[in-house]
T-cell receptor, first 118, second 107 residues
Framework: EAGVAQSPRYKIIEKRQSVAFWCNPI?????LYWYQQILGQGPKLLIQ????????DSQLPKDRFSAERLKGVDSTLKIQPAKLEDSAVYLC????????????????FGEGSRLTVL | GQSLEQPSEVTAVEGAIVQINCTYQ??????LSWYQQHDGGAPTFLSY????GLEETGRFSSFLSRSDSYGYLLLQELQMKDSASYFC????????FGKGTTLSVSS
């Protein structure tokens, strides 16, 4: 079974530029999450999708971050304009059911996209 | 709000036993998960406790006390490959992670 795919793995940009990250979840997984992981910290939830609808985006800085999952499969996270504090690894995760209703709440993570903002 | 506390670093030698503690404050608690993350890698699921008590999976065990808002991950017969970061995570409407504990295993 193929895992969660993310691209690009690495991206370096100047502040105020824009960047987009792509995620393809495990086939059949209806729930998709974007997490931000700053160096030395745990993953922080940015947004959760159920199929193509947003379940929770309360932690997403909506003035500069946006995310979509138009066909309920792959997803894109965009940052525009980027700030220095956006330097982090952006992790995509998926699960067959929402965390609240799954047996163990297990999430399957991709290897992440590492963003450096200069 | 929600908060999780775990030690930032733990060191041990091969063959030893290590316990990583996690205390949490949250509303809507449904269970406590543990994830392992090697440098540059993806977090991977280790274990989950919904009820009080001990869950054992091979060399790893996880414990939960809901009344104390406390849990721990126990790693036995440590190997060099266990050097990684370990995160406790509270399951509610979403999965909220602690800051992680870096485990260094030396020979």
């Amino acid at each position: 079974e193929a895992g969660v795919a993310q691209s690009p793995r690495y991206k370096i940009i100047e502040k105020r530029q824009s960047v987009a990250f792509w995620c393809n979840p495990i086939s059949g997984h209806a729930t998709l999450y974007w997490y931000q992981q700053i160096l030395g910290q745990g993953p922080k939830l940015l947004i959760q999708f159920q199929n193509n609808g947003v379940v929770d985006d309360s932690q997403l800085p909506k003035d500069r971050f946006s995310a979509e999952r138009l066909k309920g499969v792959d997803s894109t996270l965009k940052i525009q304009p980027a700030k220095l504090e956006d330097s982090a690894v952006y992790l995509c995760a998926s699960s067959s059911r929402p965390v609240l209703f799954a047996d163990t709440g297990e999430l399957f993570f991709g290897e992440g996209s590492r963003l450096t903002v200069l | 709000g929600q908060s999780l506390e775990q030690p930032s670093e733990v060191t041990a030698v091969e063959g030893a036993i290590v316990q990583i503690n996690c205390t949490y404050q949250t509303s809507g608690f449904y269970g406590l998960s543990w994830y392992q993350q090697h440098d540059g890698g993806a977090p991977t699921f280790l274990s989950y406790n919904a009820l009080d008590g001990l869950e054992e999976t091979g060399r790893f065990s996880s414990f939960l006390s809901r009344s104390d808002s406390y849990g721990y991950l126990l790693l036995q017969e440590l190997q060099m490959k266990d050097s990684a970061s370990y995160f406790c995570a509270v399951r509610g409407a979403a999965l909220i992670f602690g800051k992680g504990t870096t485990l260094s295993v030396s020979s």
